[in-house]
């Protein structure tokens, strides 16, 4: 019987980055209906065609399962890219949406040897210990050699264990950005600027005004993306990367000035919409970009807003100004068929990139051509996250940290990081109690994991 290493309860491993534009904000949906094929002879899906050498075989009559944690939502945004899959193959796709139980439905299904032929996860450490429990089918010759041909290797790194490579990157995504619905969104963060700068802007915001931030803490996730960001600009990316491998412990003074900066940040009046604590992520997008509006910016990914939305990066408190916290969506085979090998291949490839950012996704993909994403924000962020993590000073980007953890300690919001993240943030009083928290979370998890990949074959 095949085990997590810690309880299997509900994950929130949602990233809004990843989401289509209309998806995110619930306009032009489109239903799956079974993924029946539908006319994508965009611009985009035919420099896709062109671009690709190798075709794809017939599979007709075949149905292959797809498990994703995405929302309904970012469910239909996917939807272009399985329609054209099903066009060019004639294999019928049935999609499982598990949501935020991503990580314990995978584990259930892999329990219960009731696997789908491919799911669609977000952490590089839920990877590792998949490939562990022999649950993972490595990537075929064909497919290998597609992402090797299209996709950085510092992303290929992420989804390589002992030398094999078990994953296909589809979706990208950064948490280093805030969103506001349009350009006179106010001054609730900086265009540029440091974290103190960010902080005295804040507090002098007309009284009338209302709050300048949005963050849906209860989500668990979002606090931990505000951690991260902090973490990595005061201490640094090398710092950083010390700590996702739990080289340091949680109780090194460099965490404790991140804790500061956010208790700093939750005691400053007016800087918060009242209740956000208590809310999730998609109650976040809804204060900013709903009616009534009732927030200024969320701190979120890069392609789920509206085209009209506007975004600013996140400001710096020190070292490494203009430094991007990214992550991302990795597609991996669990049952050995023909219909799931040949769709991560075809996700891997130029054209499957090009429908998902002609609909407002973001892409790790390095060829595909961004003219079809529907605003320049859209074409930056694109940008920004194709190299992968890496980089130094203003051009550091560096991988989500809880996402690089093991699942018992980054994936769960009742659990691990992100639900002592989460408290200290309802309550920020204490960080010494904090830190120690998160050390023994992190002790417990790492005791049973496997080390982080450094290398893409």
């Not at 489109?30 to 050498?53: I, M």
């Not at 796709?93 to 598990?98: G, Q």
Request: charged share 25%.
């Amino acid at each position: 019987m095949i085990r997590p290493p810690r309880r299997t309860r509900r994950a929130r491993l949602r990233r809004i980055g990843t989401l289509g534009i209309a998806a995110a904000l619930g306009l032009g949906a489109l239903g799956l209906s079974g993924c029946a094929p539908a006319d994508t002879g965009s611009s985009a899906a035919r420099s896709g065609a062109e671009a690709d050498a190798e075709a794809l075989p017939r599979l007709d009559g075949q149905r292959i399962t797809l498990l994703t944690g995405w929302s309904t939502r970012e469910r239909e945004a996917f939807a272009p890219v399985i329609a054209r899959f099903e066009q060019r193959t004639g294999a019928r796709v049935k999609l499982t949406d598990a949501d935020e139980r991503i990580t314990a439905k995978v584990y259930h299904a892999v329990d219960a040897s009731n696997l789908p032929d491919v799911a669609l996860i977000r952490q590089p450490g839920l990877l590792r210990e998949l490939v562990a429990n022999r649950a993972l089918i490595p990537l075929d010759t064909e497919t290998r050699d597609r992402v090797a041909r299209h996709t950085a290797r510092s992303w290929r790194a992420l989804a390589t264990v002992d030398g094999t490579e078990y994953g296909v990157w589809f979706a990208g995504s950064t948490s280093s950005q805030f969103w506001s619905p349009d350009a006179g969104a106010g001054g609730a963060a900086p265009a540029t600027g440091d974290w103190s700068a960010f902080l005295r802007a804040l507090r002098d915001r007309p009284a009338s005004d209302g709050p300048a931030i949005s963050v849906g803490a209860k989500s668990g996730w979002p606090v931990g993306d505000w951690f991260e960001n902090l973490y990595l600009g005061d201490a640094g990316a090398e710092q950083y990367e010390r700590l996702s491998r739990h080289e340091i412990p949680w109780t090194d003074p460099s965490v404790a000035r991140a804790l500061d900066q956010l208790a700093e940040l939750r005691r400053t009046r007016g800087a918060l919409q009242p209740g956000t604590a208590d809310e999730s992520f998609g109650d976040s997008l809804d204060a900013v970009f709903g009616s009534p509006r009732l927030a200024e910016r969320v701190l979120s990914g890069g392609s789920a807003v509206p085209e009209s939305a506007t975004a600013v990066p996140f400001p710096s408190p020190g070292a490494e100004p203009g430094a991007s916290v990214i992550g991302g969506t990795v597609a991996v085979q669990l049952k050995s068929s023909d219909g799931g090998a040949v769709l991560l291949r075809y996700l891997a490839g130029t054209e499957a990139a090009e429908v998902w950012i002609a609909g407002g996704g973001i892409s790790p993909h390095g060829d595909a051509d961004l003219s079809g994403a529907p605003n320049e924000a859209a074409r930056a962020t694109n940008e920004l996250v194709r190299p992968g993590p890496g980089g130094t000073g203003r051009d550091a980007r560096r991988f989500d940290l809880s996402d690089l953890a093991p699942s018992g300690f980054g994936a769960y919001p009742d659990s691990g990081a992100q639900q002592i993240l989460r408290e200290f943030f309802a309550h920020p009083s204490d960080v010494p109690r904090t830190q120690q928290r998160l050390e023994h979370a992190a002790e417990a998890a790492w005791s049973t994991a496997l080390p982080a990949p450094t290398a893409a074959p």
